[in-house]
């Protein structure tokens, strides 16, 4: 089966940097995905990765590594704002997108 | 302008019920979806749509059906409603088969069923 897996909860301190890490098993690979949720909101898009290596992309960068079906998103110089459920979500070989259940991100003061 | 726009916000019904969902994108986009979104937030893929192929994941009941009047619209009825359908609906577009992979969602409709 296809699985995407990612902390169910984190917890950080504003002004810090927080890894949220993602690891998947799926049929085929055509690119990762990250997308941000407020509570009580739709998705919006973060990033994409489809090849090796670190994207950056202002307080935000995310990272993959194929070999090892593992992610994650960096946050820089967090921001109360930042608090949020964020979804780790790869397309398969059908160019479906298979979806993580969410690392919900707590700021603290 | 919003881009991908949905109606009703908050849908709250007796089961058994018939009720509809409307989606509209003015992104110009030719893929739409639906996705339902359960309590431990999963995001579940429901349908996708183009002008060319309605793909339908097959664990969705055959009470849901999509319906696509043209191109920038795709709604989404629900027959005989269950709890079980008590859920956050959102609707997507997406540009060409998802090959870009950007999503763009609604507000998500929040489908209460007593």
């Known amino acids: 089966g296809q699985n995407i897996d990612q902390p169910t909860e984190m917890t950080a301190t504003e002004g810090a940097i927080v890894q949220i890490n993602c690891t998947y098993q799926t049929s085929g690979f055509n690119g990762l995905f990250w997308y941000q949720q407020h509570a009580g909101e739709a998705p919006t898009f973060l990033s994409y990765?489809?090849l090796d290596g670190l994207e950056e992309k202002g307080r935000f960068s995310s990272f993959l590594s194929r070999s090892k079906g593992y992610s994650y998103l960096l946050l820089k110089e967090l921001q109360m704002k930042d608090s949020a459920s964020y979804l780790c979500?790869?397309?398969?070989?059908?160019?479906?997108?298979?979806w993580g259940a969410g690392t919900k991100l707590i700021i603290k003061p | 302008d919003t881009a991908v726009s949905q109606t009703p916000k908050y849908l709250v019904t007796q089961m058994g019920n018939d009720k509809s969902i409307k989606c509209e994108q003015n992104?110009?986009?030719?893929?739409m979806y639906w996705y339902k979104q359960d309590s431990k937030k999963f995001l579940k893929i429901m349908f996708s749509y183009n002008n060319k192929e309605l793909i339908i994941n097959e664990t969705v009941p055959n009470r849901f059906s999509p319906k696509s009047p043209d191109k920038a619209h795709l709604n989404l009825h629900i027959n005989s409603l269950e709890l079980g359908d008590s859920a956050v609906y959102f609707c997507?577009?997406?540009?060409?088969?998802?090959?870009?992979?950007?999503?763009?969602f609604g507000e998500g409709s929040r489908l209460t069923v007593l």
């Open positions: 997507a577009s997406s540009q060409g088969d998802t090959d870009t992979g950007e999503l763009f």
């Open positions: 979500a790869v397309m398969d070989s059908n160019y479906q997108l298979i």
């Open positions: 990765n489809v």
């Open positions: 992104l110009g986009h030719d893929t």
